[in-house]
């Protein structure tokens, strides 16, 4: 064997622990009310999808359903009572996880209504999830920021990796961070479940230190097994060295 091969070897790919998922604490995004959206289609997937959270480490679990008036006319009065028959299965099965219920709010007319009269759906300590369409970067946006914020509601930005509009645009995100607007990833997106092009973007936005939260966004059962198989992913590890605010929800 000559000087040059023995050199030339590749070093073996050292193989990462499981991410502890328990340090993150608080899923803030996943759509785990039964039958109001396109997430748990019965109460069945509810609870199984909550079992596979608390045996990953979670804590507590807020479900977000969509407010879309074209697909999800969601209003506070159905996702309570949703989070209520939910509830009552857990605590009739003995199954021990906090469990609340917010929104994600579509960024819509009905949505700029509801911030104006302070009836936006919200998560604890008036953070208002919202997402914006996949297809094409809405208008406006400055508009919504100033009346989210001049009404009491903190800002966070469901998904941001996923909006194909701002790939490879650093000047976006920081524009937005610069306006209060806090940023939601995807867990799934750093393992590539969205694809390559979203994938880099988590990717970026982590090594940046450019995120606030993050969260599954499950809607089914098959998200929590691949973020399981996936678990000894690097760039999860890499969230530990984030200020994440997940924990701050509990």
């Known amino acids: 064997m000559g000087v040059f091969s023995l050199f030339s070897k590749k070093k073996p790919k050292v193989e990462l622990p499981p991410f502890d998922f328990s ?9 785990l009310l039964p039958g109001i959206d396109d997430g748990a289609a019965t109460l069945d997937h509810s609870i199984g999808m ?3 959270f608390k045996e990953l480490g979670y ?5 977000t359903p969509h407010i879309m008036m074209d697909c999800y006319q969601n209003t506070p009065e159905i996702i309570a009572a949703k989070h209520a028959e939910v509830k009552a299965e857990l605590e009739r099965l003995q199954i021990e996880i906090e469990f609340e ?22 998560i604890k300590d008036n953070y208002l999830l919202f997402e ?5 970067e809405p208008s406006q946006i400055d508009q919504l920021i100033f009346d989210m914020s001049v009404n009491g509601y903190i800002p966070v ?10 790939f490879r645009n650093p000047a976006k995100i920081e524009e937005y961070r610069s306006k209060g607007v806090l940023i939601q990833v995807n867990l799934l997106s750093i393992v590539g479940h969205y694809g390559p092009e979203v994938m880099e973007q988590a ?3 982590i090594d940046n230190q450019l995120v606030d939260f993050v969260s599954l966004d499950c809607h089914r059962i098959e998200h929590l097994e691949i973020l399981e198989r996936c678990a000894s992913h690097p760039y999860f590890h890499k969230l530990a060295d984030l200020e994440l605010k997940n924990k701050s929800l509990l």
């Open 23 to 31: 340090t993150i604490a608080v899923d803030m995004h996943s759509h």
């Open 59 to 63: 804590k507590k679990l807020i479900a």
């Open 203 to 205: 990717h970026y936005l």
């Open 50 to 52: 909550i079992l596979k």
């Open 101 to 122: 219920a917010a929104a994600e709010n579509f960024y819509e007319e009905a949505l700029t209504e509801a911030i104006k009269e302070k009836r936006a759906v919200t």
């Open 132 to 136: 914006f369409s996949f297809f094409s």
């Open 157 to 166: 930005l469901a998904h941001y990796e996923r909006y194909p509009y701002y």
